[in-house]
């Protein structure tokens, strides 16, 4: 598979994500600049962690008007996967291509630490290949994690198997104590009704080189390579 890992000004996850999926997972990988308007024919358009254009107004909410989130946008549109990470995730929310909104952390502080997520959806191709028994180690870095939608859109999302992750604790178990950021219903990461577009807060990235000591986060992009 063929993937393009988009740079804004801020991006500070972007060589990590590149490393994972060129020198790890051995995938090929091009690097896009956000003013560009060629995906240069990827299969998947990856945009990456980071404090895009310093987060001003929101996170995400300028990122979206970059040149090449109108060929991104059209890329889902067709079919095409996309999957966003932390700051990659609040720009896909931004421009509506996936449901809900990421609001400041409930305790209002930035949250630095190693959570563990509870797979969800049994047809999304980022969670389906991977075991729903048990719990994967996956850090987060975040201010404005919070995941917040309607009752309406909850409830879609669940009733369309569109949520992809759950926070939970080691063995599995999903409850309000272990909830880091007060998302609601625990949600970590989901897709759209299409099942092509992947968001998620936490950093898969950043828990799949063997020299971390664990491969959690590779299990995920290898679910994504086995069912995409």
């Known amino acids: 598979m063929k993937f393009?890992?988009?740079?804004?000004?801020?991006?500070?996850c972007d060589q990590d994500m590149v490393y994972i999926l060129e020198k790890v997972l051995k995938q090929e990988v091009v690097s896009l600049w956000h003013k560009e308007r060629d995906l240069k024919g990827v299969d998947m358009v990856v945009l990456p962690g980071g404090f895009s254009f310093g987060d001003y107004l929101r996170s995400g909410a300028i990122a979206k008007f970059s040149p090449i989130m109108n060929d991104v946008i059209t890329h889902a549109q067709k079919g095409g996967y996309v999957l966003g990470i932390c700051n990659g995730f609040q720009i896909l929310t931004e421009t509506g291509l996936l449901d809900g909104a990421l609001l400041h952390n409930n305790n209002q502080k930035f949250i630095c630490k190693n959570v563990h997520l509870k797979?969800?959806?049994n047809s999304a191709a980022i969670s389906k290949g991977l075991d729903h028994s048990k719990a994967y180690?996956?850090?987060i870095a975040h201010g404005e994690g919070r995941y917040y939608a309607s009752e309406e859109t909850i409830s879609k999302l669940q009733n369309n198997d569109q949520v992809l992750f759950k926070y939970c604790d080691g063995s599995g178990t999903v409850s309000d104590s272990i909830n880091p950021n007060g998302s609601l219903m625990n949600i970590a990461g989901v897709t759209n009704e299409k099942k092509?577009?992947?968001?998620m807060m936490p950093h898969p990235e950043r828990s799949s080189d063997p020299i971390l000591q664990t491969k959690d986060g590779a299990m995920l992009f290898e679910s994504l390579l086995k069912h995409c």
């Open 4 to 12: 393009g890992v988009v740079t804004f000004p801020g991006s500070n």
């Open 119 to 121: 797979p969800v959806s």
């Open 137 to 139: 180690s996956v850090p």
């Open 196 to 199: 092509n577009v992947f968001g």
